[in-house]
């Protein structure tokens, strides 16, 4: 198969005499060793107005722009939107998996999802980040801060070594969404480039409540020790279910299910915002152990202040109570106390 070349100036120019002479596009296009639709789609786009006149020096600079701003689309076009997003972007720090999440409450009508909000910010630079700014600089109101963002997504149905018998959050109980009771968990593992050591989190959704676990490697084995380990001393109406991410650390997760009683259920691969809690919990993690710590130089009495820091944090969401006070008060409401 041929590869596909743009037309030049002269193919525009030959488009041009041909359609003065009055012949066919067929003719055109066989003259210049093209396919007709080719021709037609170059007409398409270019005899507009009411003077319907096809212009070769202006038909080329357009495709020349067309080709020099490609990628670069504008995001976000709906001004309420893209206004929405940059303003909670500056001033409240949110991530884009919140201002998707609060967008509806603040202009009913209105959703977007945070991939987009990712690629607006990321469309303001050439090449995804790695050339100059042609808009404005966004990047450094990310958490994380990335100053190019590298394509992760792989299609589902090629995906290698997948986790047997997954069970995506699609089937998980609508009370888990609605927050409504506690004892739902999600887990996730945070990795040192310097070491093996990683952390285990394991987040409560209505609460806050925090338990991290230092662990010598993240492989399925360690990382399913960690969670039975935390999860198994709290009442079974407090580990109700348990929400990770697709990395294979979580492979055993039917020896969590079965250990423990816990369901254990799966979001979409790069997904991350469907275990929103749990990402932004591993974010204020961060503030104390910040990229590239080592964890295995990390003490264990270290990593128990951190949590009991966190969880002795006062939230705005929790009336500006703490997780650790809201969820021993929801535990005494369930044990009737």
Known sequence: MAHYQQLSIEDREQIHSGLWEGRSLREIARELGRNPSTISRELQRNIKGERRRYTPRLAHLRATERIQTRGHRLRLKHAVIREYAIQQLKDKDYSPEQIAGTLPSVHPGYSISPEAIYQFIYAQYQRHGWGHCIGEDLRMCLKRRHKVRHPKFVPFKEEKGAIRNRVFIDDRPAEVDARIAIGHWEGDSMVSRQSLVG???????????????????????????????????????????????????????????????????????????????????????????????????????????????????????????????????????????
């Open 199 to 337: 952390l285990n989190t394991l987040v409560e959704r209505v609460t806050g409540l925090v338990f991290i676990s230092k662990i010598l490697n993240t492989t399925a084995e360690i990382t399913t020790r960690a969670v039975t380990a935390r999860l198994k001393h709290l009442p079974h109406q407090l580990r109700k279910t348990l929400t990770v991410d697709n990395g294979h650390e979580n492979a055993g997760h039917q020896n969590i299910a079965r250990e423990i009683k816990t369901k254990v259920f799966f979001a979409h691969p790069y997904h991350s915002w469907e275990r929103g809690t749990n990402e932004n919990t591993n974010g204020l993690i961060r503030w104390y152990l910040p990229k590239r710590t080592d964890f295995a130089t990390i003490s264990d009495e270290r990593i128990r202040e951190i949590e009991y820091r966190l969880n002795t944090r006062p939230r705005k969401r929790l009336g500006w109570r703490t997780p650790l006070e809201v969820f021993n008060q929801r535990v005494a409401l369930k044990d009737g106390i």
